[in-house]
């Protein structure tokens, strides 16, 4: 039996205007977003991840470091000294602060929770840093605090989700993403956007957190290892020689070529670019991440111990990608939720541990990249999704032996430091506890509208249609706006 007209025809029944208009269910309206949609995701992927593009403004940093400290870390035991939490330590939360409240775990009426370590101002701008940080301390003055952050998500994911997307649901491009989207990159051989992680977790939020949501996929964060190969797979099977893998991808590439020029699908064009990177990074990606060029003084800076999984060695990695043009590298470290129902999680044990392991690194990148003279031009972000309340936890309305902090997203502290930030100051501040941003509250919109013009773009100019609206990073439905007194 010959099936060859039969597949012409249904082959036909599926292209002509006819069927498709009567099929429809949504019509001509429905065809026309469709067209714009794919009209900008044709003009943006792939080469538009590559190539990098005129900003909207004079930029004040090229690149990001993103150091997220998964799990929220506490303020009150690192950056917000509230000597007045020390007197009401012990003493019944007042009704007040629990009234219209929703908190993770608490229950009943806490205690209020004195800092649980001693807290000292440091350099010649005075601020205060407790002494969980001692490296930190001696960069104080490099750096811009803001203390008056504050959410609308008070569990891990969606406030994740909220601060690296700037939408607590899934399906929304990741900072890193827009940025690349927006700047395109300066290395041709390296992803724009490289995500590195420590701590032995992936954050809550998994790896929408640097997913590229609606906006072609060729702009989502590639996931990079400390350890072993940098990327999986990456390098060619025994027998396989660079020659005969560029005859097979170029095999491939026409036949994607093909399917682009019968379908019209752009992931197909971000298929060809993502082989064409991988080729690339065979040898790029090999000599960026090999730690053991880095001389012996740079190891002991940083802490370093090549071949391990850990966040020193992600900071030292971050310095290199900096150095190579990388746009945007995120650094998770997880391990920061504190609440005391365990060992690992008390702020009087593995808070402590925790501590410790981003103390020195993260002084060392910012000592490192300063003495390169690339700190001026690289922003450094770190940060968690959201604070810890000035009372104890307890478990339903029992009080537990190890000492642990609730989730609270109405205040938390984040600093900046580098591309074109004001060094040694604070913005905003939160009440006399800690409970609440109560001078220049900052939300995440905020957040993203600010730090998208540190590099040059106009968060409300940088958009992608999706769902029938022009939509943006620092969200289209409520307000946002730049923070023009962290920028000196």
């Keep these: 039996m010959n099936l060859e007209p039969q597949e012409q025809l249904q082959h036909l029944a599926g292209v002509t205007r006819r069927h498709f208009l009567g099929s429809c269910p949504t019509g001509l309206g429905a065809l026309w977003l469709a067209l714009q949609n794919r009209q900008q995701a044709v003009a943006s992927a792939p080469s538009a991840a590559s190539v990098p593009t005129i900003p909207h403004f004079r930029p004040k940093a090229k690149r990001v470091i993103f150091l997220h400290m998964a ?89 994740q989700l909220l601060l690296h997307t700037g939408n607590p649901n899934l399906g929304y491009p990741s900072f890193g993403s827009w940025v690349t989207y927006g700047l395109g990159s300066d290395n041709q051989n390296l992803p724009g956007f490289i995500v590195l992680i420590s701590g032995g977790h992936t954050p809550s939020a998994g790896k929408s957190a640097w997913g590229s949501g609606f906006v072609p996929s060729v702009y989502q964060g590639v ?21 005969i893998r560029r005859r097979m991808l170029d095999s491939i590439k026409k036949i994607n070529q093909e399917t682009y020029d019968a379908k019209g699908d752009p992931e197909t064009l971000t298929r060809i670019s993502q082989y064409e990177m991988a080729f690339r990074m065979q040898t790029s990606a090999t000599e960026a991440f090999d730690l053991k060029d880095e001389p012996q003084h740079i190891h002991e ?19 290199r990608l ?74 339903n309305g029992v009080e537990m032996k190890l000492i642990g902090r609730d989730h609270n997203p109405g205040a938390f502290t984040i600093w900046l430091a580098g591309g074109g930030m004001k060094s040694g100051f604070t913005y905003g501040q939160t009440d006399e506890v800690g409970y609440e941003a109560v001078e220049n509250p900052v939300t995440p919109h905020d957040f993203h509208a600010t730090m998208l013009r540190a590099l040059g773009l106009d968060h409300k100019r940088l958009t992608y249609p999706f769902q029938g609206l022009n939509q943006r990073l620092s969200n289209v439905t409520k307000p946002s706006r730049v923070v023009e007194a962290v920028f000196a």
């Design 71 to 159: 799990g929220a870390p506490s303020q009150l035991e690192l950056f917000d000294f509230k000597p007045e939490l020390q007197k009401l330590d012990g003493q019944p939360c007042p009704q007040s602060f629990l009234e219209g409240k929703r908190f993770a775990f608490i229950q009943g009426v806490p205690f209020m929770l004195a800092p649980q370590f001693d807290f000292k101002q440091v350099g010649e701008s005075g601020q205060w840093v407790s002494d969980r940080l001692p490296h930190f301390r001696s960069v104080a003055d490099e750096v811009c605090f803001i203390k008056s952050m504050k959410t609308d998500q008070f569990n891990h994911a969606p406030a």
């Design 223 to 243: 996931q990079c290892r400390s350890k072993g190969e940098p990327v999986l797979y990456l390098s060619n099977p025994k027998a396989v020689t660079p020659t």
């Design 301 to 319: 800076l940083y802490g370093t111990q090549p071949g391990k999984d850990s966040f020193a060695n992600n900071c030292l990695l971050a310095r």
């Design 322 to 395: 900096v150095e190579r043009d990388v746009r945007f590298i995120q650094l998770f470290h997880w391990g920061w939720d504190s609440h005391g129902a365990g060992a690992n999680e008390a702020l009087n044990a593995g808070f402590s541990d925790r501590c410790r392991e981003v103390d020195r690194p993260m002084t060392a990148l910012l000592t490192d990249l300063k003495q390169r003279g690339l700190l001026d031009e690289t922003l450094v972000i770190w940060g968690g999704e959201f604070g810890r309340t000035p009372m104890r936890e307890n478990r």
